[in-house]
């Protein structure tokens, strides 16, 4: 980066247009912009780093500059791009705070470098053009601010929504395999291990019938709608998620052997009920009703296991048992 003491007529008569500088009288803007100085940054060359002192601040003359922070991985993430004749670098000059984004060049660019001891100079060798320069900063800064809200409200959403696809079903919106064994994991370990925990495994009967005679799309139909279904079972606390397929497991945190059965049933019955809208045939658009029935098989914590792996396979092997007594039933481990 070379830096060079502004003498271009041509580039003061921008700068002098541009909103820092807006408010001052001709004679004024001549006091300013004998000391602000032009800095040539290549492609890919970096200004400034977050968390860097800062010391100056800069105007966006030409090319372009891109704005990034560091996520909590290492990678760096886009904030915005900087737009021709913006000002930044200033709260970092004015709070004495570190930067607070990296500004990297993304093709050749030329920015106004307007030094922080010089800018405190004017303002107590000319208090009246370091008020108006304060004044600018500050209307500058609050469409600044609306604009980083909403940056911050997409990196919310855009993190919400990564954690929700990290650790849920996207068909079924239900959580996933991953999510449900660190849940049983984290009440297994002390001092969560001696409370009641039920697991239920189930699986629908027969769903590749299902996918066989009426098509794939009617498949995912029944899996959303047992899926729904559960949760229209569950109490508040409860975890359902689907493993696999058509393959589910539910936590039931300190719920009893009866209580457990007894919401088992409740959505064996519901989904035996239910009658189920599909296509009549594969690629059809005459749709028909059908219906599915489900088994489902109960371990229990700490009566049946002691670790994870232990609840499921014991819970599995419940789930076994109820399909080899003829499916569509519920049964219990031990």
Not at 81 to 110: H, Q, Y
Not at 159 to 170: L, M, Q, V
Not at 223 to 236: K, Y
Request: aromatic share 6%; charged share 25%.
């Amino acid at each position: 980066m070379i830096e060079k003491i502004l003498k271009s007529h041509a580039i003061l008569s921008v700068i002098s247009r541009l909103s820092l500088f807006s408010g001052l009288t001709e004679e004024e803007f001549e006091v300013a912009s004998g000391v602000l100085q032009t800095v040539y940054v290549k492609k890919d060359d970096v200004l400034f780093n977050e968390g860097d002192p800062g010391e100056d601040m800069f105007i966006h003359f030409s090319g372009a500059l891109n704005a990034y922070c560091t996520q909590s991985d290492g990678t760096q993430r886009l904030l915005f791009n900087v737009k021709l004749g913006d000002f930044f670098g200033e709260m970092s000059v004015i709070s004495n705070v570190p930067r607070t984004a990296t500004i990297i060049a993304a093709e050749d660019s030329v920015t106004i470098l307007f030094k922080g001891s010089d800018f405190y100079r004017i303002i107590a060798d000319y208090p009246i053009i370091g008020f108006k320069i304060l004044r600018s900063i500050s209307n500058v800064q609050n469409r600044w601010l609306d604009q980083a809200s909403k940056s911050v409200s997409d990196l919310i959403r855009w993190g919400e929504t990564a954690r929700r696809r990290a650790i849920t079903d996207e068909m079924t919106g239900l959580y996933n395999r991953r999510f449900l064994e660190d849940t049983i994991k984290e009440r297994l370990s002390p001092p969560m291990s001696k409370r009641l925990m039920s697991l239920l495994m189930m699986d629908l009967d027969k769903i590749h019938g299902i996918n066989d005679q009426y098509g794939t799309k009617a498949g995912d139909i029944v899996i959303i709608t047992a899926a729904n279904i559960i949760q229209s079972c569950l109490r508040p606390g409860d975890i359902s998620a689907r493993l696999s397929g058509d393959e589910f497991a539910i936590i039931l945190p300190d719920t009893t052997r009866k209580d457990a059965v007894k919401i088992a049933e409740r959505i064996r019955e519901g989904i035996e009920k239910r009658q189920i809208e599909v296509p009549a045939s594969p690629g059809s658009a005459e749709m028909t009703l059908i219906g599915t029935k489900t088994s489902i098989g109960i371990a229990m914590s700490p009566g049946h296991a002691k670790t994870m792996e232990e609840l499921e396979e014991n819970a599995d092997t419940a789930l076994r048992k109820a399909k080899e007594l003829g499916r569509n039933r519920v049964e219990v481990f031990g």
